[in-house]
């Protein structure tokens, strides 16, 4: 009996407590005390459980822009609570937040306390979702789609939340980000977008493919994409290809009858009538009279003079250099009216043509100029182009775009003062015509790279007034015209650059790598060690990468990274000969060729695909390799200089 007594005493006594503190925290309210408010209304609505008065006040604290608490989804969460328990507010409690309506409303009103509350709690509403469209916060529209799945703007939310997520997949701008937005929001507006998007970068990675089984499949699962004509078109380029690559009747003959509305097929019949023309008047060997008819079809005593002297030259030097290489096929040695010549670059075209790169003088004056050769893959000059103006021009770097035009990087002296100097980039066709040149400002240029628009990105540094390098970037259009150019905070240097089968780029700087798109968006990034240094990069055809460089400056390091930007495999190299390694490319299934310099001596490295060093073949003292790559067919071409000449050595497959 007493225990009940005492029951129902605290019970009386909280019944009386309870309004006067409700009363302290609406006076509070008013002044505008949110701290102490707020430490009343908690306690009471732990004491009460749900009560509408307490969870009104907190309303107000929560929702207030003025209140050090503003937090308009825990605002609406308390707003929830009072919309539930309105019925349940006593008078004592009316009269109290009747009262603070008198003493805080701008605009007097003689409504009911109730319906004062529920303007309120909509005030509430509104600010919510003006606060949802206006933050483009994503996590913000998920708390509330997650919280208040009863939200009367809950479709807009999710209209909006869709929204958000798309603009996160448009940064990333890849196929498997659009493809994998549909999939995660198939009801959503912007898939009409997506799919446009989809449709358009699937094209763009059957076109960085550039095969006729990708052209396919992209019709196959397409068949409705903008460039599905564009396709078509491609599909039946790349089967042209093919059948020129095999070079045989029976590939011409498949192409016309399997592709017959091809715009290629008046070359192709053009073609195989030249073969069956070939084959009938078996004029030495079918091989031999077709490269006579297609390499010398004006007889010019010209390039059969050149093509005769770089071929006597290169066998010369090759059989006195030491190189005791077992496989090579052919050497040549280019010579330019016996002015002094560097090599510079090494690129193969589509139809295994080879374009040689180098800088010579026009004259006898004491200026370079860059010169380009067109070899065919016996080695037989096609043409040649010297380019340049009144004073120095040299290239550094040679590469093709997807039409097959011949770009060249380098520098060029705008006066004979080596302070004029400035980065430069001109263009020109399969045929040696120049199309454009332009000038890129006084930077240092290491490297360049292509994508499948054709669009040009150039990477090295920039030094500031403190004498740091600062990584940049430049990139230019097809037509020669800057499009943008970056220099970023981080000191370094860009040293490679390459497009991935995604058209996106990968920049290897001398500390740090990283991932962006077209537009200069960074995807992912790595960082090494801070003592470590990148110094060559390339692709594999699987999406993965291989980095080389130094750790600590005294080993040696090859990294490979999946196309996911996963690390593989890591080899660190002992490295006592302070060699580096300044370039590395695939040669075979069954590894990689690096190439070595140091003060000491220069050499070409063997890897396996793990990485591990094979075995090493040293170069001759007086050689300076520029650039080496596998063929069309699967041969090594090696460039490099010796004596003052050009030289290029063509080795059957990859083992010297």
């Avoid at 529920?118 to 509430?124: H, K, N, P, T, Y």
């Avoid at 929204?163 to 701008?173: A, I, P």
């Avoid at 590939?251 to 070359?267: G, T």
């Amino acid at each position: 009996m007493k225990k009940i007594c005492i029951i129902i005493i605290c019970h009386l006594f909280l019944l009386n407590v309870f309004p006067q503190n409700m009363k302290r925290g609406f006076k509070q309210l008013e002044k505008l005390d949110y701290e102490k408010a707020k430490e009343i209304f908690d306690q009471e609505q732990k004491l009460s459980g749900e009560s509408p008065a307490a969870g009104f006040g907190r309303m107000v604290i929560f929702g207030d822009e003025n209140s050090p608490y503003y937090n308009l989804i825990e605002a609406w969460s308390c707003a929830r609570i009072v919309q539930k328990n309105i019925a349940n507010l006593g008078p004592e409690e009316k009269e109290i937040i009747a009262e603070y309506f008198v003493n805080t409303e701008t605009r007097r009103s003689n409504w009911p306390v109730n319906k004062k509350i529920l303007q309120a709690i909509g005030a509430v509403e509104a600010r919510l979702i003006k606060y949802i469209r206006e933050e483009n916060n994503l996590r913000l529209a998920y708390d509330v789609i997650e919280k208040f799945p009863d939200f009367r703007y809950y479709n807009n939310v999710i209209h909006i939340r869709n929204q958000l997520e798309f603009r996160k997949y448009e940064k990333q701008n890849t196929l498997d980000g659009y493809l994998e937005f549909m999939s995660k929001f198939p009801e959503a507006a912007q898939n009409e977008k997506a799919i446009k998007y989809r449709d358009k970068m699937a094209f763009e990675k059957a076109r960085s493919i550039n095969t006729v089984d990708a052209y396919e499949n992209y019709m196959k699962r397409y068949p409705k994409a903008a460039d599905y004509g564009n396709a078509i078109k491609l599909r039946n380029a790349a089967a042209f290809r093919l059948a020129k690559q095999q070079n045989t009747i029976e590939a011409f003959e498949y192409f016309i009858n399997r592709y017959h509305d091809a715009l290629e097929i008046p070359d192709a019949k053009r073609i195989q009538q030249q073969l069956l023309y070939d084959y009938a008047r078996k004029i030495q060997t079918l091989e031999a009279y077709n490269e006579f008819i297609a390499k010398y079809p004006e007889g010019s005593q010209y390039i059969d003079i050149f093509n005769l002297k770089s071929l006597d030259l290169g066998m010369k030097f090759f059989n006195a250099s030491g190189l005791n290489w077992n496989n090579v096929v052919w050497c040549r040695s280019f010579d330019n009216k016996m002015f002094p010549e560097n090599a510079a670059g090494l690129a193969v075209t589509a139809t295994n043509n080879y374009i040689v790169a180098g800088n010579t003088m026009q004259t006898d004056s004491a200026y370079r100029d860059a010169w380009i050769i067109k070899l065919d893959e016996n080695g037989k000059m096609i043409w040649n182009k010297i380019v340049g103006g009144r004073y120095h021009d040299s290239i550094l770097a040679v590469t093709l775009n997807n039409d097959q035009d011949i770009l060249a990087l380098g520098y060029t002296w705008l006066t004979p003062d080596s302070a004029s100097k400035e980065g430069w980039l001109f263009k020109i066709d399969d045929e040696g015509r120049k199309i454009w040149n332009r000038s890129l400002g006084k930077w240092n240029i290491t490297s360049f790279t292509i994508n499948s628009a054709n669009e040009i990105f150039i990477g090295g540094y920039q030094q500031n007034d403190s004498l740091e390098n600062k990584y940049r970037l430049m990139v230019i259009n097809n037509g020669g015209k800057k499009l943008w150019e970056r220099t970023y905070v981080s000191s370094g240097e860009i040293t490679g650059m390459l497009t991935g089968y995604d058209d996106n780029i990968t920049i290897g700087g001398s500390g740090w790598t990283f991932k962006m798109t077209a537009k200069g968006y960074i995807i992912r990034e790595n960082h090494f060690e801070n003592k470590d240094s990148i110094t060559c990069i390339t692709g594999l055809t699987d999406g993965s990468i291989l980095l080389g460089g130094l750790r600590d400056s005294t080993r040696r390091m090859l990294v490979k990274f999946d196309s996911n930007g996963r690390k593989v495999w890591e080899r660190i190299h002992d490295n006592p000969e302070s060699t580096v390694l300044k370039s590395i490319q695939p040669v075979s299934n069954s590894g990689y060729l690096g190439y070595l310099t140091s003060p000491g001596r220069e050499m070409l490295v063997y890897y396996g695909l793990n990485g591990d060093e094979q075995h090493h073949v040293p170069i001759p003292h007086n050689l300076k390799i520029s650039s080496y790559l596998m063929d069309v067919r699967g041969n090594l071409m090696i460039q490099m200089t010796a004596g003052g000449n050009m030289i290029l050595i063509k080795n059957t497959g990859s083992d010297l």
